[in-house]
């Protein structure tokens, strides 16, 4: 096999590796909906990690796959911003 042929392949085999492991990563995203010091917040970092930023009064409403579902129901329980309460 020719050098250039073999450079070829290793550079779309490399393209569809970062590809499927891009795929990956968006099919793992996932978006809390948090209540953080008695607000609620959207964010897609782990509770360990939100109580690490904002103290140990954060709680999980709800967890979603998607930005806009969390959106939804973070508006439906008022909005980004507005009370809540761990319960």
Sequence with gaps: ???????????????????GAGQVAAANAKYTVYCANGKIEIDS??????????????????????????????SQQGGKGSPCKCR
């Design 45 to 74: 970092r782990s509770l360990e990690q939100m109580k690490a930023a904002r103290g140990n009064n954060v709680c999980v409403l709800a967890d979603f796959t998607a930005l806009g579902d969390a959106e939804k129901y973070a």
């Design 1 to 19: 096999m020719k050098a250039q042929t073999k450079w070829y392949l290793t550079l779309v085999f490399g393209f569809l590796a970062l590809i």
